[in-house]
């Protein structure tokens, strides 16, 4: 192991790192809004929109993120909307997190008792004052679990957005072993990179759902 190389490179790797968190928590953020629009007009069945919602989900979930990227990035431009690589990382990543969220926000949602509801309702409660303090904390107490997996499941795709030729670790990697053929090097920062970036996040969401877990929520 030739440790002077890795020190060598290790700036390289910093920035990648930071391009990577960058578009990785971009693209969370996005995914959460689409995710939570999305499941909310599912559960409420909204007209011709949850047929639209159910549509995406399967398409964007039953398809690799590659091809998508591939799509946004090389076929946006040939119908005259040109995007450039960072925009298309945050974009795939976004409609490909809010794919899996919407399921996860959804299946919580559902979860909630409907005897709830009517209990509430009947109490004189509006409907906007029944999901803001009775449905969303439980819906999102019962939901933790999916939604830390899947935050940890989009940073670890964030991993072929070397394909659009954006600089981030997986990039550098396989760029440094093409130069000097430092493979065992190379490789090791990789993944000791990676799991800098993971399991922060997954301590957080152990802890976060061990605090939301309490009485009826998450039984």
Same mark, same amino acid.
């Given at each position: ?24 928590? !971009? ?124 935050? !940890? ?43 800098? !970036? ?22």
């Amino acid at each position: 192991m030739d440790y002077g190389a890795m020190l060598e490179y290790l700036p390289l790797y910093a920035h990648a790192a930071l391009l990577t968190l960058r578009i990785g928590w !971009i693209g969370i953020a996005g995914s959460i809004v689409i995710g939570l629009v999305s499941a909310l007009v599912t559960s409420f069945r909204v007209p011709i929109l949850h047929r639209i919602v159910r549509v995406y989900v399967e398409l964007f979930r039953n398809t690799p993120l590659l091809i998508q990227l591939f799509f946004i990035y090389f076929g946006l431009p040939r119908l005259g909307l040109p995007v450039d690589a960072e925009l298309c990382g945050c974009l795939g990543l976004a409609l490909l997190g809010g794919a899996y969220m919407a399921e996860t926000f959804r299946s919580g949602l559902e979860a909630v008792e409907t005897g709830q509801t009517e209990s509430a309702l009947s109490l004189g409660m509006s409907r906007r004052q029944v999901m803001h303090h009775i449905v969303l904390p439980q819906a999102i107490a019962l939901s933790i679990q999916s939604f830390v997996a899947n935050v !940890i499941f989009l940073l670890k795709e964030t991993s072929v957005f070397s394909a659009i030729s954006l600089l981030d670790l997986m990039f550098v990697a396989k760029d440094l072993i093409g130069l000097y053929y430092d493979t065992t090097e190379c490789l090791v920062m990789l993944v000791l990179f990676y799991l800098m !970036i993971i399991v922060p996040v997954s301590i957080a969401g152990t802890i976060l759902e061990r605090r939301l877990r309490y009485g009826a929520f998450g039984a």
